[in-house]
Structure formats: structure tokens, C-alpha cells
């Protein structure tokens, strides 16, 4: 299933690549920092085909129109972003991803993350460990001072403006540097892939991190909501990630 899986992001990866005049193709859903383009629409349509092909019965839960519904007794329920960083992609900033969640009874099973701009294909079964372009990778466990922390404003929630940046604000003077890349599916990669040390965003879709969070979690990291509890698969959630001692560290600074 997984090597299905991997060949079938790759194929929607190719279908990003080849988009011409982005900018004429974007819609605006609910506002200016949320996009839709057509090649999201193109993307999704092909993965639906192509991953109820390998599993008809299973639920398909996408960004673009497709609603989480009941999938509570679903065996199988695929979780997918066509493009996880939409603005990137608009932008030309070549920081965007395919994301192939796979659940079962709740849990997830397989995670896929392409960015087609690189080759990087980040791939996890649960219980198997993580690995990049077929290589395995481990998150590196460094302190938070010797980590870089990757952060999402959660643009899409004005109301949330002002807890990120509460916490941006403790974090900044104790970590090493921050970064903001735009993809948090690709975000999480990066700690799998001891990229950086530590990730939080204050809310995201179950589309933006399934994928990813498995793939973390393979690689040694934590993934948990930002007050330690468990992700929602189907709803969504704040997510706080990491390398044990960057994330243990991160999470008690932000409970004080």
C-alpha cells in the first residue's frame, strides 16, 4: 500500500508542476489568505480517483469540498490536501505539497508528503519508521536553545492572532531561530527529518497534518494538540510538535 501510495503523490505532483499562469486560475473561499486554484480542484479529482481505485469502500476526506461527514464507522478513511501551501504555490515559492493520510478505525496507518519542487518524498507506515526519498530518517533530539522552531499563524482565525503571538512571543528568546515556510504538512516533515527541532500552529485542518503528523511521529517525534492531547483526525485541532526534549520544553513554557 505504501509504495501505491508514494507512486500516486508523485503523479499529482506532476500535475502541479505542470501549471502554467497560476495566478489566473485563483479563487478566493473565504477571504484574500485563503486560496483555491484550479489545479487544487485538478489534483484532488485525480487523487480521489486514484486512491478509491486502490480502496472503493474507504471515506475520502479532502480539502477542496468534501466534507468530513460520518466517517466514525468507516474502516478506512483517506485524508488529503492536493496542495498543502496554496499561497506558496501561487506565490511561485516553491514550499507546497501533495499530503496522503491513510486511517483505519480512527488511527493513522500510512502517511505521504511530495513536495514536486524537490524530489523530497517523506513516507511512513505506522510501526515502520519514517524515511525520505526511501532513505529512514529520526528527528534529532536537541535542547530547546539548539532548536529551530517552526511556527503557523493560523491566518485563516483572526480571533487566534493573538494566543500565537503570546506564544511566539515566549518562545522566541529561548529557541534558536524561527521560521515560517507556509506548508505545515512539509513543517512537520522537517522534524521528522531533523530539519528543526520544534513546530506549533493554534489551529489546522486534519488535511494539513494526518500525513505529516505520522510521519513525525515515526521519526521519534511528539505530536499532540498544544495543551497535550491527542489530535482530531476529522475535526480540527492546534498542533504542538517535536523532538522529545524541544517539544517537552515548548509545551511546559506555554502552561506556566
Not at 480539502?63 to 485524508?79: L, M, T
Not at 506565490?91 to 496522503?100: A, D, E, L, P, Y
Not at 514536486?116 to 513516507?123: K, T
Not at 521560521?179 to 512537520?188: H, I, Y
Amino acid at each position: 500500500m505504501l509504495n501505491e501510495l508514494c507512486s500516486i503523490a508523485q503523479e499529482a505532483g506532476r500535475i502541479i508542476r505542470s501549471a502554467e499562469d497560476v495566478e489566473k486560475s485563483v479563487s478566493e473561499k473565504t477571504g484574500p489568505r485563503d486560496l483555491v486554484t484550479k489545479y487544487d480542484l485538478l489534483v484532488q479529482e485525480y487523487l480521489k480517483n486514484a486512491l478509491l481505485g486502490l480502496l472503493p469502500d474507504a471515506g475520502f476526506f479532502g480539502e477542496e469540498g468534501d466534507e468530513a461527514g460520518d466517517y466514525s464507522q468507516r474502516e478506512w478513511v483517506f485524508i488529503v490536501d492536493p496542495i498543502d501551501g496554496t499561497t506558496n504555490f501561487v506565490q511561485g515559492f516553491h514550499n507546497s505539497c501533495v499530503s496522503i493520510g491513510l486511517s483505519r478505525h480512527g488511527q493513522m496507518e500510512y502517511g505521504v508528503v511530495y513536495n514536486p519542487y524537490d524530489g523530497e518524498l517523506y513516507a511512513a507506515q505506522r510501526g515502520s519508521g519514517a524515511f525520505l526519498n526511501g532513505r529512514r530518517i529520526q528527528c534529532q533530539d536537541h535542547s530547546l536553545d539548539h532548536s529551530l522552531l517552526i511556527f503557523g499563524s493560523a491566518l485563516y482565525y483572526r480571533e487566534l492572532v493573538p494566543e500565537t503571538l503570546r506564544l511566539f512571543n515566549l518562545a522566541f528568546p529561548l529557541v534558536q531561530d524561527i521560521r515560517r515556510f507556509g506548508s505545515a504538512a512539509l513543517d512537520l516533515c522537517y522534524l521528522a527529518a531533523g530539519k528543526a527541532g520544534v513546530f506549533y500552529e493554534c489551529r489546522l485542518s486534519p488535511w494539513d497534518y494526518a500525513a505529516a503528523s505520522l510521519i513525525a511521529r515515526e521519526a521519534g517525534c511528539f505530536v499532540t494538540q498544544i495543551d497535550g492531547s491527542e489530535l482530531d483526525l476529522l475535526r480540527k485541532s492546534s498542533v504542538l510538535a517535536g523532538s522529545p526534549m524541544a517539544y517537552h520544553a515548548l509545551r511546559e513554557l506555554f502552561h506556566r
